[in-house]
């Protein structure tokens, strides 16, 4: 089995990806999306980290975090959220998908991919390029025209702030976009 190499900058900027088990399309349901929302804002208090950026879609997200001076344990939050959420999606009537008995033996649940991906921010240009990308997540996979079409986004508090205009990448016409009109706009927040 390979063994993962996690990067180690105390008070560092790190971009991530994090994928529901099997893709599952989890954020389409509206509960989810709250109830990640309340996950990440009790995490906050545990654990403080500044979230620059966050996009949900269906069966994952992306987020951009800049850690606290002298920390640089981004895996304990990242373990704790997922854990802290498998366990009240589950108690509220949820299911998960089937997981291996090899997964079983690891106390793994069907709820999130093992592990998530990141990557360590180094320049300006850098974390400029991952902040557009997290933003314009929600039109390169097909689902808006827009990025102010999709509400589980920070790009709204963004547009807010004047760092994007609000037709930001917009793209041509395009079908119905997936509604996500019942989420808070500022997941994470």
């Avoid at 930001?168 to 500022?186: K, M, V």
């Amino acid at each position: 089995m390979p063994r993962y190499r996690r990067a180690w900058i105390p008070g560092g900027t790190f971009f991530f990806t994090v994928v529901t088990d099997r893709r599952r399309k989890l954020f389409a349901d509206p509960s989810a999306r709250l109830l990640l929302g309340s996950v990440f804002r009790r995490c906050r208090l545990r654990w403080p980290f500044e979230m620059q950026a966050v996009v949900l879609l269906p069966d994952h997200l992306h987020a951009i975090w800049s850690l606290p001076p002298g920390d640089a344990d981004f895996s304990k939050r990242w373990g704790w959220i997922k854990k802290t959420f498998t366990s009240a999606w589950l108690s509220i009537g949820h299911t998960e998908t089937a997981v291996s008995e090899g997964r079983q033996r690891e106390r793994r649940r069907g709820v999130w991919q093992p592990r998530f991906w990141e990557h360590a921010i180094e320049t300006e240009a850098d974390f400029e390029r991952h902040f557009d990308e997290v933003h314009f997540n929600p039109v390169k996979h097909g689902h808006v025209a827009c990025p102010s079409q999709w509400a589980a986004s920070s790009f709204h508090r963004w547009v807010k702030a004047g760092v994007y205009p609000p037709d930001w990448a917009c793209i041509g016409r395009h079908p119905q976009p997936l509604s996500f009109s019942d989420i808070e706009t500022n997941v994470g927040e």
